[in-house]
């Protein structure tokens, strides 16, 4: 008895043969790969969820926040296919800002330290660097018919909001409800804003995930038309009139810029 467990002892402080070993791993290996093969769609399929709806979540995000931000408007021009150096080139560009300017001051009282009726400015700005557009609240003078001090331009939101998404802007007039072809009612509403939105995984912006779009109506500019207000004084402008698709389009002629003419609640203009 004591001679058989001596025997296995020594058989046994040997270990594994080299044969035993790669036949070991060999298995392993296929196990190994067999998971991964099980376990990828599943974390694939997990990512492509999460992104799309992140992709859904920040384009509501950026939708809400202009519309929020714009529909107590008087007035509204929106600008596309541009950038800012080519809106102070164009004159019918410029008359429009001015009219909105000098609108404030009318009101305000040239030179009015604490304003009621004030100019601002939102700009999607296409970034050429890494593809993508970004959300700016521009720094309007209203003492020198809107121009834009670009060094004071802060960003809406960070960074981070847009990683891994990016996403296009498209604004227009809406479709009037009651229009019909041939009738006496206008094509187009003259009190609301249609915002158009396209989300992609990718920087060439081909594999698209996510597209929505919604109305905004601008309570002042109802109101206003509502009661015999005059169209040249509460307006939405959305130019050129047919804007090219973004697709269409190239670097430096991408740029959204959105002037819009506000009343602050609770101030008195005090010249």
């Keep these: 008895m004591k001679k058989m467990i001596r025997l296995l002892r020594k058989r046994g402080s040997g270990g594994f043969t ?40 920040t384009t509501t995000c950026v939708q809400e926040y202009i519309s929020r931000t714009i529909r107590n408007s008087y007035k509204v021009a929106i600008f596309e296919n541009t950038n800012y150096d080519k809106i102070k080139a164009n004159d019918a560009y410029k008359a429009i800002i001015s009219s909105m300017n000098e609108y404030c001051n009318k009101i305000n009282g040239v030179g009015a330290v604490n304003k009621t009726y004030v100019l601002n400015c939102l700009s999607l700005r296409y970034d050429d660097t890494d593809k993508r557009y970004y959300l700016w609240k521009e720094s309007v003078n209203m003492t020198s018919n809107g121009a834009l001090d670009t060094t004071k331009s802060e960003k809406v939101f960070a960074d981070c909001l847009y990683d891994r998404l990016y996403i296009t802007y498209e604004f227009a007039l809406p479709k009037n409800g009651d229009y019909v072809v041939g009738g006496t009612a206008s094509e187009f509403r003259n009190d609301a804003l249609q915002m158009n939105f396209k989300t992609y995984r990718n920087d060439e912006y081909t594999n698209r995930i996510f597209e929505g779009e919604g109305i905004t109506e601008m309570r002042q500019i109802k109101g206003a038309l509502a009661d015999g207000g005059s169209a040249a004084d509460y307006f939405i402008k959305v130019l050129p009139d047919s804007p090219l698709p973004f697709e269409s389009m190239v670097d430096g002629q991408r740029d959204i810029y959105i002037y819009y003419v506000t009343r602050q609640l609770g101030v008195k203009p005090t010249p």
């Design 18 to 57: 080299l044969v035993e070993m790669v036949v070991s791993v060999a298995l392993l290996a296929v196990l190994m790969g067999g998971m991964i093969l099980f376990i990828s769609p599943v974390i694939r399929t997990y990512n492509d969820n999460t992104t799309d709806i992140t992709a859904e979540n």
